[in-house]
Structures are given as structure tokens and as C-alpha cells.
């Protein structure tokens, strides 16, 4: 019992130490502190000495403090060695599993988002699918930590994932080959006359790729960019550095996001450097419920200064931020450590970022293709135009079909869980502009239309097209 006191007050001098809280003297030699230390090793005890199978001291401590982080918040959580080491190889930028961004919801595991042409991906998982079983063995009882890690494995290793979609779905199972998860964190193409730009994740090198991207397009398209999309949709976050970087790209001053914590001391403001890299070209961001996190600083940001229009569907709603906490010897604890706030002052914790203009994934349906109308020129005697070899052709909205595959593109690697903060995709994925919740295209096919990034197209063109009418006037 000593010695578990003895634990216990050294694992509460770790903490102190590395800045998360501060107990006065007072308080810590409470008797109330003691009881409550005293019930704890009675617990351990009786536990190590009676339960029906063997348990090792390990076992029962790490249980207990994550236990403890867990009943927090669905954020905050122990890392054993193996999980810091599996954590920090992430934002280098490969790891090996399924694919997919996870979160703990009513004991079960809910999909945030599947990262892009990862085995989660090309099985069609979608954000907010729950899973419900892995290899036949249900998940409820689970902690998250444990369920990632039975998700994970060797290379090549096959993994039945039960999947229930919707409140009244039926589930279905699915069976995924466990790889090598290579993350690259921005792609980009031109649509027709538009920079569109893909950011999958906030990693160690987001930065670099999203400036390699816009470098490329410019000079690839000249005099004829019209604008940029920047694209969010399913990215469940990252590295706030990275998000506040990227943001920082498009905006020439201002806040971008603030950090506030449980005192008030300990508020953090960032703020834009001068310097538009688009040189305020309009642009348009695209969101939807798998926006998360540092996703939501960026958009926030962009949509607080005015700088850029915000397309798509309700965000994800992570306002907080997760410090990751290592603890020498042992691993690390990421603990919620402040919640963040848009440049107006806004907490998007549960809300999430509401867009400007709300467009929802969706088919279209050319109605006109099958119907013969008969026109002017159709009539009989109809007068001629004198100047029909000069008449302009017709005005195109769609020149180039969003998802339509362009050249390679040499995006840069990333990572998927952040070591900090808010919160990735391989090598070249089925058109990273196809519907991302629709799951991908089976291989070789043509990618589903994406009647989002379609409309953002045709509000850039519409844009460009009235400046340059308004300059003429």
C-alpha cells in the first residue's frame, strides 16, 4: 500500500512537471486526496490478488490512467510505449493499417474519415459509419486505444470489419487487407482554368506541399488562373502549426485562431504574416461533416476575414486541442489542453463550421440530353444571320468534369495522428476531387461527378467573369 502511495505521488510530480496542472501544497496534502489514493490501492490490490485470470501490475496501472483520461473527454488518452512510437512514426508520414480516422462514440468506434486510396477508402467507408465488429468480435467494451490496435497489423494481414451505416442501416462486413499507409497530404490538378488543391491532413509537411502545389499551378495555368479551390472535405485534422501555416498562405493580416485554456494566462492569439501566395485571387473552400479540427481553423479563418467563400456541408465541431505529454519511461498522455476560437471569437466545439453556401453531395441527371427541341434556324424560311461564322460558341460552365484524373502530381508525404493539437494519404488516389464520401471508384473506372466541386467551379468562373466586366466598364 506504501508503495502504491509512493506511485502514485510520483506519476502526479510527472504531470506537474510537465506543465498540464498546478495543486498547491495545500490541496495536494488533503486528507480527502489520501482516502481517495487509499481506496485506489484497495482496489489494485484486491483485483491483483482475486481476479479469475492473472493480470500483471502494468496492466492494471495503464487500465487505470487511461481510464482516468478517457472519462475526460473522447480526445483525451494514455499512450504506452508501443502507441507513443506507432504515434510519432505517423507524423513522419508512413504507417501501416486500414486507413481510416476514428473516434469513440456510445462505446462504439465511428469513422471521422477514410483517408484517400488506403484499403478503408477503397472498401467505400464513410465518415460516420460505426463499426461494430473487427474479425467477428464486437468493439462495444472496447477503449479506443484498443480498437485501433486490433485494427492494426502486419502488411498483407486481412482484417472483417462489421460496419453499420445510418441509424436503421443493416450492418455489413467488409474485409480489408491491412498496408502500408504512405500519407500524402496535398494534391492538386488544374480544372480547366481553376487551381484546385487537396489537403488530406495537417502534417509535417502540409506546408511545403500546399506551397509546391500553388507554385505549380501558377505556373502551369499563367495569366488564365481564375481562382483556386482548396479542398477540406474528409480531412480530419492534424497539427495546428500546420493549420495556422496554411492559413496564413491565403491572408496578408489578422488573427487566424486563438487558444484558450483553463486559465486565462494561458491563452495563445496567431496571427498572419504579410504575404497572399494567390496574390487574393478568390477562392473557395470546400467542407463537409468529415472537416475536423485543424480543417475548421482553416475554414474559420478564411470565412472570418471575408477571404474566401466556404462551400459544402456542416463541419465535424472539434473545438479542442490535444497536447501530447510524454512521460519519461513510459510513454505519453494526450490530454485536451485548451479549446480554440475563430478570429471573431467563435467556439466551434459541437457546432462546427456552417458554410456559406450549403450545397450536399448529389447526382445530376442531364434531362435535356434525350428531349429534340426544335429551334430558329430549324424553321422554315427562318431569316439568316449574316453574322453566324462570328458569333461566339456557346458558354461552357463544365469545361473539364471535376474528378476527371490530370497528370501525376507529386503531392508531399504527411502523417495522421497530430503529437499536438486538433486530429493521412498515399500515393496517387483515384482523383482526389471524386465525392469523397461516396467511397472511390473501383479500379480503372471513371470517378463519380462531383456535383460539389462542380459548383465551386461554376462560382469561381462566375466571379472571374463579373470582375472582368466590371473592370471594363
Given amino acids: 500500500m506504501r508503495m502504491i502511495k509512493r506511485a502514485a505521488t510520483a506519476a502526479a510530480l510527472v504531470f506537474l512537471g510537465a506543465g498540464v496542472a498546478t495543486v498547491t501544497a495545500q490541496s495536494s496534502n488533503s486528507s480527502d486526496t489520501y482516502r481517495q489514493l487509499n481506496l485506489f490501492g484497495d482496489v489494485f490490490e484486491r483485483v491483483r490478488a482475486e481476479y479469475v485470470e492473472q493480470v500483471t501490475d502494468e496492466q492494471l496501472i495503464e487500465s487505470a490512467i487511461n481510464g482516468m483520461l478517457t472519462s475526460l473527454d473522447p480526445h483525451s488518452s494514455y499512450l504506452n510505449k508501443k502507441s507513443f512510437q506507432d504515434m510519432q512514426v505517423q507524423t513522419r508520414g508512413e504507417f501501416g493499417g486500414l486507413g481510416i480516422e476514428v473516434t469513440m462514440e456510445n462505446g462504439l468506434v465511428k469513422v471521422v474519415s477514410p483517408i484517400d486510396d488506403t484499403p478503408a477508402?477503397?472498401?467505400?467507408?464513410?465518415?460516420?459509419?460505426?463499426?461494430?465488429?473487427?474479425?467477428?468480435?464486437?468493439?462495444m467494451g472496447l477503449s479506443l486505444n484498443e480498437a485501433v490496435e486490433k485494427m492494426r497489423g502486419p502488411v498483407g494481414s486481412e482484417l472483417k470489419v462489421t460496419v453499420r451505416r445510418g441509424e436503421a442501416g443493416e450492418p455489413f462486413t467488409v474485409s480489408l487487407t491491412r498496408a502500408v499507409i504512405k500519407v500524402q497530404s496535398v494534391r492538386y490538378r488544374a480544372e480547366g482554368d481553376i487551381g484546385y488543391i487537396r489537403v488530406t491532413s495537417f502534417n509535417e509537411q502540409t506546408q511545403s506541399g500546399l506551397e509546391k502545389a500553388i507554385s505549380s499551378l501558377q505556373q502551369q495555368l499563367g495569366d488564365k488562373l481564375k481562382g483556386f479551390v482548396l479542398d477540406l472535405r474528409n480531412n480530419p485534422g492534424g497539427l495546428l502549426d500546420q493549420a495556422v501555416s496554411v492559413s496564413d498562405?491565403?491572408?496578408?493580416?489578422?488573427?487566424?485562431?486563438?487558444?484558450?485554456?483553463?486559465?486565462?494566462?494561458?491563452?495563445?492569439?496567431?496571427?498572419?504574416?504579410?504575404?497572399?501566395?494567390?496574390?487574393?485571387?478568390?477562392?473557395?473552400?470546400?467542407?463537409?461533416?468529415?472537416?475536423?479540427?485543424?480543417?475548421?481553423?482553416?475554414?474559420?479563418?478564411?470565412?472570418?476575414?471575408?477571404?474566401?467563400?466556404?462551400?459544402?456541408?456542416?463541419?465535424?465541431?472539434?473545438?479542442?486541442?490535444?497536447?501530447?505529454?510524454?512521460?519519461?519511461?513510459?510513454?505519453?498522455?494526450?490530454?485536451?489542453?485548451?479549446r480554440y476560437y475563430t478570429p471573431s471569437g467563435r467556439s466551434i466545439q459541437q457546432l462546427g463550421i456552417t458554410p456559406d453556401i450549403e450545397v450536399h453531395v448529389a447526382k445530376v441527371e442531364d434531362l435535356d440530353k434525350n428531349i429534340v427541341r426544335r429551334r430558329e434556324a430549324d424553321?422554315?424560311?427562318?431569316?439568316?444571320?449574316?453574322?453566324?461564322?462570328?458569333?461566339?460558341?456557346?458558354?461552357?460552365?463544365?469545361?473539364?468534369?471535376?474528378?476527371?484524373?490530370?497528370?501525376?502530381?507529386?503531392?508531399?508525404?504527411?502523417?495522421?495522428?497530430?503529437?499536438?493539437?486538433?486530429?493521412?494519404?498515399?500515393?496517387?488516389?483515384?482523383?482526389?476531387?471524386?465525392?469523397?464520401?461516396?467511397?472511390a471508384a473501383a479500379e480503372g473506372a471513371e470517378p463519380p461527378f462531383d456535383f460539389q466541386l462542380a459548383r465551386a467551379l461554376d462560382l469561381l468562373r462566375g466571379v472571374a467573369l463579373f470582375q472582368q466586366r466590371a473592370a471594363a466598364r
Wanted: net charge positive.
Fill in 249 to 338: 498562405t491565403f491572408l496578408e493580416k489578422g488573427e487566424i485562431v486563438s487558444t484558450r485554456g483553463r486559465r486565462a494566462e494561458e491563452g495563445t492569439r496567431f496571427n498572419a504574416k504579410a504575404g497572399d501566395l494567390i496574390k487574393n485571387l478568390p477562392m473557395v473552400v470546400l467542407i463537409n461533416g468529415g472537416s475536423a479540427s485543424a480543417s475548421e481553423i482553416v475554414a474559420g479563418a478564411l470565412q472570418d476575414h471575408k477571404r474566401a467563400i466556404i462551400m459544402g456541408t456542416q463541419t465535424f465541431g472539434k473545438g479542442s486541442v490535444q497536447t501530447i505529454i510524454p512521460l519519461p519511461g513510459h510513454g505519453a498522455m494526450r490530454l485536451t489542453t485548451a
Fill in 121 to 139: 477508402f477503397r472498401a467505400g467507408l464513410q465518415p460516420g459509419d460505426l463499426i461494430v465488429q473487427l474479425n467477428g468480435e464486437a468493439v
Fill in 379 to 439: 424553321l422554315k424560311g427562318a431569316l439568316v444571320n449574316p453574322d453566324a461564322n462570328k458569333a461566339p460558341r456557346p458558354a461552357t460552365t463544365n469545361p473539364a468534369a471535376p474528378g476527371t484524373p490530370a497528370a501525376p502530381n507529386p503531392g508531399a508525404p504527411g502523417a495522421g495522428a497530430p503529437p499536438t493539437a486538433p486530429g493521412a494519404a498515399p500515393g496517387a488516389a483515384p482523383a482526389p476531387g471524386a465525392a469523397p464520401t461516396d467511397g
